[in-house]
C-alpha cells in the first residue's frame, strides 16, 4: 500500500484548500460584517479600516493561495497572515466596543 | 516522487526553522489535517469577534448598554488569543509529528471552553437582570 498523497482516496489537498477558502471568506466576511457595524455607530475611520483590511487581506491570502502546495514554502506565510488578519478584526472588535461605552458614558 | 526525495531540498527554505529544523518529513496527509485543524481553530476565534460585533451592534439599539460592550469587548479579545492560539498550537503538532512524539494536548480547549462558559453566563445573567428591572 502507498502512504502519502499517492495512495490517498480521501482527496486530502482538496479538502485542506476548501478549508482554506472558507477560512478566507468567513474572516473578509466578519470584517466587512465590522465595518458595517462600525459605520452604523457613527465610526467612518474604522469602519474605512476594517473595510480596506477585508479588501488587502482577501486579495493577500487568495494570491498566496495560488502557490499553495501540500510541501510548498509558503504554508506558514499565509497561515500567520490569516491569524494576523483574526487578530486585528478581534482589536478592531474590541475598539468598536470601547468606542461605544465611551459614546455611552459622554453622550 | 517519494516523500524522502520531495522534503529534502526544500527543507533548508521552509520556515519556521524551530518546526522544520527538526525531525524527518512526515506522511503529507497528517501535515495536511494539522493545518485543517489550525484553520477550524481560526474560524472557532472568528466565531468569537463575530458573536461580540453582534453584540456591539445589538447593544447599541436603544440608549446604549455598557455592559453588553464590556461583554462584546471581552469576546473579540478571546477571539484574538483563540487566533494566536491556532497558530502556536500548529507549531507544536507538526513539531510532534516529525519528531514522531505524541501529539501535545490542546493547551487552549480548557480556556476556550471557560470563555464560552463564561459567555453564556453573562448573558443569562443580563437577561434575569432585564426581565426582573
Redesign the interface.
Known sequence: MT????G?P?A??Q??ML??H??VL??TM?AL??SM?AQ??GHPVLSGLAALAAIAGLGGALRRLRYWQ??A?S???V??Q??VA??V???I??A???A??L???N? | ???AS??QP?QD????RSVYGVGT?P???F???N??T???W??T??A???G???L??L??FG????FL??V??L???A??VL??A??SG?QRRERALRLGEPLPAPRILPALVIAVGLFALLMVGYVIVQLVT
Not at chain 2, 527554505?13 to 519556521?16: A, F, G
Open positions: 502512504t502519502g498523497i499517492d490517498d480521501g486530502q489537498p479538502r485542506t478549508s482554506w472558507r477560512t468567513a474572516v466578519g460584517v465590522a457595524t452604523r455607530l501540500p510541501t514554502s504554508r506558514w506565510s497561515l500567520v490569516v491569524t483574526v487578530m478584526l478581534s482589536v472588535g474590541a468598536l466596543a470601547v461605544n461605552i459614546d455611552t458614558l453622550p | 516522487m517519494t516523500d520531495a522534503g526544500e527554505r521552509r520556515r519556521p518529513e506522511d503529507v496527509r501535515s495536511l489535517a493545518e485543517r489550525a484553520l477550524a481560526l474560524r476565534g472568528l468569537l469577534v463575530a461580540g460585533v453582534a456591539t451592534t447593544a447599541s440608549a446604549g448598554n455598557a460592550d464590556v462584546a469587548g469576546a473579540c479579545i477571539g484574538g487566533a494566536f491556532a497558530l500548529w
